[in-house]
């Protein structure tokens, strides 16, 4: 609005406090990633100002550590498993809202989305209280599910917010002209909601491989990445871990913009990211 | 346009998966908060209100409770704080960097939890970054050790963590608003500043109403950071269903006090959503 910036003389002072706020608030959400990156290299330790002798060694030492790739291994299994699960049951769960009455489909829309905003910890318990009482042993399979579960709600809000834009007269046409459901699904659906499907799996594998609560309850013998951070940081840090988390960083930092530039394709409006937090938010009231 | 067999096929799975895996392991929760555990750790099946009586009766859990909700709340507040001014700037002011300034907001809030609570850690440390450099600047002559182990640290990385939450909303009900209606305002004469609180602020109340639900229920269920960062005077309601599950073993109470927290979630929610409803113009 270049308007309100120009209109009067006596708002000009108002945006600098805005650009100041603006900059402060963005220091505060990226400085403390900085510091972490920073000290990744310093070779005294994590804390410790200045920083000195800056050095490598904890990215050979983190290299050599078999635990963390195991469970970076771990990690991914866990996370393509998820992402097939929760697009297996996402993608046509966004059909069936978008498409279908069936009895209880408010209570189904709201069930879908809970564990997105529920803490973790909830659904992570009750799934550990199902596995127990069907007398099934933790394992890497556990965490599939349950990640899996969580994040259908995922799959499901951008999926819709995909069909919503979808053009229904595409999908007639092709029933019209005497293709079935199958084909009009895998030669019209499927290919128009392409770019909500990659997004929506780019976004369940960046949570799984992040996800720790509900983990926490359906661990058996094998670790995610993040639990094995996570027992490591309870015995006492080293940038070893800065290392590591400085990688996570940067996946997820590549994984998120490439995700975002989708969106933005997917849609020319302003309102890509929060989508999800507005339908979950939705699917409570 | 769709035959019954399409919209069969498209239903029937995920309704079966999501109610196995949804559904009943809510209403098994619901079970076992009525069910205790024995002496030998084995659950006793035989329904009683015992989980509830003993939530009431001893003070940690509800003092918990309530100091988690405090935290939640001035996570809340902090966060909506930081937030606003900075949606509204975007919104108003950013320009032809808007898209970048964007961005901005958002990678913080996929990028790794875990590492965002860590490198906290790194810095609150009695030796860690923010200690040693204000030793190395000569501002103190010792760690201050309120920085890390506190409710501080925990307030201050949930803030950290759930600051572009509240943004996102905000902004989002900030683009939202129609421009000729600020432009009336100017033009009837009103100063920026009346604009602001008659025309601008009331009609983004609904994404401050949504960011402040994501931020205080996100932080209320929090076990992260407080074990991370909160050391035991900064202990949240889920640190006690983590250790219930685990080192105590007792999962029926464990199971009544994350139905209690299920409850105040969604009546949060459902309280969130109502007023968001009433405030929004359209």
Redesign the interface.
């Known amino acids: 609005m270049e308007l309100l910036v120009t209109n009067a003389a006596g708002d000009l002072p108002r945006s600098r406090w805005l650009l100041i706020h603006a900059t402060a608030v963005f220091a505060f959400l990226y400085l403390p990633i900085a510091v972490l990156v920073l000290y990744s290299f310093n070779k005294q330790g994590v804390g410790g100002f200045p920083p000195h002798h800056l050095t490598l060694d904890w990215y050979r030492i983190l290299f050599a550590d078999e635990a963390i790739w195991d469970s970076v291994l771990n990690s991914l299994k866990v996370a393509f498993a998820a992402m097939a699960i929760s697009l297996t049951f996402g993608v046509p769960a966004a059909l069936a809202l978008d498409r279908a009455q069936f009895p209880g489909k408010a209570v189904f829309r709201r069930l879908v989305l809970l564990p997105l905003i529920l803490p973790g910890i909830i659904t992570g318990l009750s799934l550990a209280m199902l596995f127990h009482l069907a007398l099934i042993k933790s394992s890497l399979a556990t965490i599939i599910v349950g990640h899996g579960t969580a994040l259908i709600s995922v799959a499901t809000t951008e999926v819709f917010a995909g069909l919503q834009k979808l053009d229904r007269a595409q999908e007639e046409a092709s029933l019209d002209l005497g293709a079935n459901y199958w084909q009009t699904f895998w030669r019209i659906t499927l290919p128009n909601l392409k770019l909500s499907i990659i997004g929506a799996a780019l976004l369940i594998f960046t949570l799984s491989m992040d996800e720790i609560a509900v983990s926490f309850f359906l661990i058996g013998r094998d670790n995610t990445l993040p639990l094995e951070i996570w027992g490591r940081l309870r015995r006492g840090i080293t940038p070893e871990i800065n290392a590591i988390s400085t990688i996570i960083f940067v996946f997820s930092l590549i994984t998120i913009i490439f995700w975002y530039r989708l969106r933005m394709r997917a849609d020319s409006g302003g309102d890509s990211g929060i989508g999800l937090l507005e339908t979950s938010q939705e699917a409570i009231e | 346009?769709?035959?019954r067999?399409?919209?069969t096929?498209?239903?029937a799975?995920?309704?079966a998966?999501?109610t196995v895996?949804?559904?009943?392991?809510?209403l098994?929760?619901f079970c076992?908060s009525f069910w205790s555990v024995s002496s030998t750790q084995a659950i006793i099946h035989t329904w009683n209100l015992d989980n509830y009586r003993e939530l009431l009766r001893k003070s940690v859990y509800w003092e918990t409770l309530l100091r988690s909700m405090w935290i939640a709340a001035r996570v809340t507040l902090f966060s909506l704080l930081?937030?606003y001014?900075?949606a509204?700037?975007?919104?108003?002011?950013a320009?032809s960097r808007k898209d970048l300034?964007?961005?901005?907001v958002?990678?913080?809030?996929?990028?790794?939890?875990?590492?965002?609570a860590?490198?906290?850690?790194?810095?609150l440390?009695s030796?860690?970054?923010l200690?040693?450099?204000l030793?190395?600047v000569h501002l103190t002559k010792h760690p201050l050790d309120f920085l890390l182990y506190s409710p501080f640290a925990v307030v201050l990385t949930l803030t950290?963590i759930y600051?572009?939450?509240t943004i996102?909303?905000i902004?989002?009900a900030l683009?939202h608003i129609p421009?000729n209606l600020?432009?009336a305002s100017?033009d009837l004469g009103a100063?920026?500043a009346q604009t602001f609180w008659k025309v601008i602020f009331p009609l983004s109340i609904p994404g401050v109403l949504?960011g402040a639900?994501?931020a205080f229920?996100?932080s209320?269920?929090?076990?992260?950071a407080p074990l991370?960062l909160g050391g035991p005077s900064g202990i949240m309601i889920?640190n006690i269903?983590?250790s219930l599950?685990g080192a105590a073993y007792n999962?029926p109470l464990?199971?009544a006090i994350?139905l209690c927290?299920?409850v105040l979630?969604?009546s949060l929610?459902?309280v969130?959503?109502r007023l968001e409803k009433k405030w929004s113009f359209s």
Not at chain 2, 101 to 104: E, I, S, T
């Open positions: 346009m769709f035959s067999a399409y919209k096929v498209v239903t799975p995920p309704l998966w999501v895996f949804l559904l009943v392991p809510y098994l929760m076992y930081l937030g001014p900075l509204y700037f975007l919104s108003f002011y320009g300034l964007y961005q901005l958002i990678i913080p809030l996929w990028v790794s939890y875990l590492v965002r860590y490198a906290w850690k790194t810095i440390g030796e860690g970054v200690n040693t450099l030793q190395y950290h600051t572009p939450f996102l909303p902004y989002a683009e421009r600020i432009e100017h100063p920026p949504a639900t994501f229920v996100l209320l269920g929090d076990f992260l991370l889920s269903v983590v599950f999962w464990g199971a994350s927290m299920l979630v969604v929610l459902f969130s959503e």
